[in-house]
């Protein structure tokens, strides 16, 4: 069994680190010379490396679309018709890439496998307790330190920007999309905004610049499930948005906004 692999993250990270350790051939995806981010990984143009096409073969969080077939295995839960996909927070390990990863190969759930597939596949439930097995302090001290780790800073340092963070969030204004109130960060960059928000369980907007794609994402994080479809019900009806993606039941929606409205943002 082969593995393609797309964006890096702390979960790739790991997912790398196990192939590696079980001595399973992986490449990663590549779109113009380069490995995929979030963002391009589905439109990804060639591979880093050899494939046997007669062997069995797993797509992680990736796809190129010249390549790929109904054929062959999927380890996702980004996309409609993914494995994971819309699994809600207490199913996390059959919902994570890393669970489903290591269900193929034979890798039995454990404590610090667990505490990050439920960080990624669930972040904000994930702080709220609703994962079994993973405790909020738990997923606090390992996000902090795999942070720190992917920014080459301290845990000190890590937690001093997220509480930053913090402090910045709170004192945001709010709006209101479809009846449902979220915090409004779409003209400021605040560092962590993500796992800030998610550890006080705050609804919020953001717009975040992708210089590799040459775009700018509004994403929206840690709503409710019935909020967040009512803003992407509210995000199809922008003829400024495209590229709508999401899934509310694990806390998480956004869109690109079309080059001809960049100066809107």
């Known amino acids: 069994m082969q593995f393609i692999l797309g964006a890096l993250d702390p979960e790739m990270h790991t997912i790398e680190q196990l192939l590696a350790e079980e001595g399973r051939h992986f490449v990663h995806a590549k779109l113009n010379g380069r490995r995929v981010v979030s963002g391009n990984a589905y439109v990804a143009e060639a591979l880093s490396g050899e494939i046997d096409w007669t062997q069995p073969v797993v797509w992680v969080e990736c796809s190129v679309p010249a390549l790929r077939n109904e054929k062959h295995l999927v380890a996702d839960h980004h ?71 992917f920014q080459r800073i301290s845990p000190a340092q890590m937690l001093n920007k997220i509480n930053a963070a913090i402090e910045v969030i709170k004192g945001l204004p709010t709006i209101e999309i479809g009846g449902h109130p979220f915090k409004d960060a779409m003209d400021r960059f605040v560092p962590e905004l993500p796992e800030a928000s998610a550890m006080l369980n705050m609804p919020i907007i953001y717009t975040r610049r992708e210089p590799r794609l040459g775009l700018t994402k509004v994403g929206v994080l840690n709503g409710t499930a019935p909020a967040l479809r009512a803003w992407m019900t509210w995000a199809a009806e922008q003829s400024y948005l495209m590229q709508l993606y999401g899934d509310p039941d694990r806390g998480y929606a956004g869109a690109y906004v079309c080059l001809q409205a960049e100066s809107l943002f």
Request: net charge positive.
């Open 79 to 149: 996309k409609p018709g993914d494995p994971g996909y819309s699994l809600p927070a207490e199913r996390y390990w059959q919902g994570s890439s890393l669970g489903q990863v290591c269900t193929f190969l034979g890798i039995a759930q454990s404590k610090p496998l667990s505490i990050i597939a439920a960080s990624d596949h669930c972040l904000n439930h994930a702080y709220q307790g609703l994962c079994p097995g993973v405790e909020p302090f738990e997923v606090r001290q390992s996000r902090i330190a795999s942070r720190a780790q």
